[in-house]
């Protein structure tokens, strides 16, 4: 069984930096694409990161290219997003999640996490 937890989240002020870790447990990481996601109350969810079983690629959008960066540690079974730079515009529930085995980054997400906090303000 497919399970995802976050976890790191937390206050922290304009220009911090925090380190979410995403724990897989019920499957081994190699075989499955893991992408981090974010989603404020009343507004849609946004894509962020997401880092590829096959080669190890890893992907990031725009808004947040050059501050955070997506890893994996498949011998401890965890997806890392370093996130450096924060601005308040950060805050967000963010998420982990996975479209399943043997599909990609282009693949619709059907497993998700429970979500972790992020706050940045001062």
């Known amino acids: 069984q497919v399970q995802l937890v976050e976890s790191g989240g937390g206050l922290v002020q304009p220009g911090g930096s925090l380190r979410l870790s995403c724990a897989a447990s019920?499957?081994?990481?190699?075989?499955?694409?893991i992408g981090w996601f974010r989603q404020t109350p009343g507004k849609e969810r946004e894509g962020l990161a997401c880092t590829s079983s096959s080669d190890g690629s890893t992907y990031n959008v725009d808004s947040v290219k050059g501050r955070f960066r997506i890893s994996r540690d498949n011998a401890k079974n965890t997806v890392y997003l370093q996130m450096n730079s924060l601005k308040p515009e950060d805050t967000a529930v963010y998420y982990c999640?996975?479209?399943?085995?043997?599909?990609?980054?282009?693949?619709?997400?059907?497993?998700w996490g429970q979500g972790t906090q992020v706050t940045v303000s001062s």
């Open positions: 999640a996975t479209p399943g085995y043997g599909f990609t980054c282009t693949s619709r997400s059907r497993f």
């Open positions: 019920g499957f081994t990481l190699d075989y499955y694409a």
